[in-house]
């Protein structure tokens, strides 16, 4: 660390890294969940195909050729529609980034204490002409903030 915002660029980065950790688990887990809706709708589809009886309502109906057992086929209707749920719901779910804010380290100075920092800049930086005003700016900040540094 150089610099007074390296360690906020530091935190900063390790936020976004954490974000992007999170939206790429956010993405795997939705395929995941998609890819499990569409084996529940081919098992429900395997239900009507072959007709397997495992419960559900009773009823049956013929027309032009074609009979469908109620009994027989709810229980495939029933597992085509959930395993359609699960994958519409998991391809529209909201993609949302949002990242965290900028933290603040110095919480609790007032503007004030901003003015009354700037003016000492100004000060050590018109008395240091090009030079480092580093040693100058900590000893008048020392000097007019000694007793809440002492806290």
Same mark, same amino acid.
């Given at each position: 660390?150089?610099? +007074? ?17 999170? /939206? ?6 939705? +395929? ?10 081919? +098992?429900?589809? /395997? ?7 495992? $419960? $559900? +309502? ?12 109620? =009994?027989?086929?709810? &229980? ?14 998991? $391809? ?5 980034? =949002? &990242? ?38 900590? &000893?008048?900040?020392?000097? =007019? ?7």
């Amino acid at each position: 660390m150089h610099g +007074v915002n390296d360690y906020l660029l530091y935190s900063l980065m390790q936020s976004e890294y954490a974000n992007l950790k999170t /939206m790429t688990n956010k993405q795997i887990m939705k +395929v995941a969940v998609m890819h499990i809706g569409f084996a529940i709708i081919s +098992v429900g589809l /395997m239900f009507i195909v072959l007709g397997i009886n495992e $419960g $559900g +309502v009773d009823g049956s109906g013929e027309s032009t050729g074609v009979k469908f057992n109620l =009994k027989i086929g709810s &229980t495939g209707v029933a597992l085509f529609a959930s395993g359609a749920l699960m994958s519409g719901a998991a $391809g529209l779910l909201i993609n949302e980034y =949002k &990242t965290v804010s900028i933290p603040t380290y110095a919480g609790g100075a007032t503007q004030g204490d901003i003015r009354d920092m700037a003016l000492i800049y100004s000060q050590c930086k018109d008395e240091n002409k090009g030079g480092d005003v580093s040693d100058c700016f900590i &000893t008048l900040f020392e000097a =007019k903030y000694a007793e809440e540094i002492k806290k």
